[in-house]
């Protein structure tokens, strides 16, 4: 099971910091990361961090203010996420076995998803 916090409402410019935490099973050897869905809009994959190696892969409209994380020990993932923009609101998911390539993000046959945790950005 996956469970997110650290969701909530900010205005534009500000932080939010998103914590996924794994029980039941260890994320140790799976790529995690992260997705969001907006209103009206398709799900799409903001950030995921390999297994092995920790590269780091961001999707272009978070590039340079979201930053993704985990901790082995405590079998958690984060996205640190700054200067929030109101295009950033939407339902934030944590996946584990998420997969990055060519034609962007996905989720390998083996991955779940948490519940979802809303992130609102608004003046």
């Known amino acids: 099971q996956l469970v997110e916090s650290g969701g909530g409402s900010v205005q534009p410019g500000g932080s939010l910091r998103l914590s996924c935490t794994a029980s039941?099973?260890?994320?140790?050897?799976?790529?995690v990361g992260w997705f969001r869905q907006a209103p009206g809009k398709e799900r799409e994959g903001v950030s995921c961090?390999?297994?092995?190696?920790?590269?780091?892969n961001y999707g272009d409209s978070v590039k340079g203010r979201f930053t993704i994380s985990r901790d082995k020990a405590k079998n958690e993932v984060y996205l640190q996420m700054n200067r929030l923009k109101v295009e950033d609101t939407a339902v934030y998911y944590c996946?584990?076995?998420?997969?990055?390539?060519?034609w962007g993000f996905g989720v390998g046959s083996t991955g779940s998803w948490g519940q979802g945790i809303q992130v609102t950005v608004s003046s």
């Open positions: 996946v584990h076995d998420c997969v990055y390539g060519p």
């Open positions: 039941g099973f260890s994320l140790d050897n799976y790529a």
């Open positions: 961090i390999e297994a092995h190696g920790d590269m780091l």
